[in-house]
């Protein structure tokens, strides 16, 4: 294989693994936190993902960004 045509291909495998943790890292969850029964708005929750080790804490709205 030509060493040019190896080059290229290995630079368009790293763009696009690249590309694609990127894409992948870009999830936005947006939200509110309040009580059922008062509908008021719970402030400084933590908010945790189920089966992972991602968390954040809530604003003193209740409002999740």
Known sequence: MN?????SLFAFIVMICCVTH??????????????RSTEAPIPFATVMLVKS?????I???????
């Open 3 to 7: 060493m040019s045509i190896f080059r």
């Open 22 to 35: 990127f894409a992948i890292a870009q999830v936005i969850y947006e939200g509110r936190v309040f009580d």
């Open 53 to 57: 080790r991602v968390a954040t804490r």
């Open 59 to 65: 604003n003193e709205q209740g409002v999740l960004h």
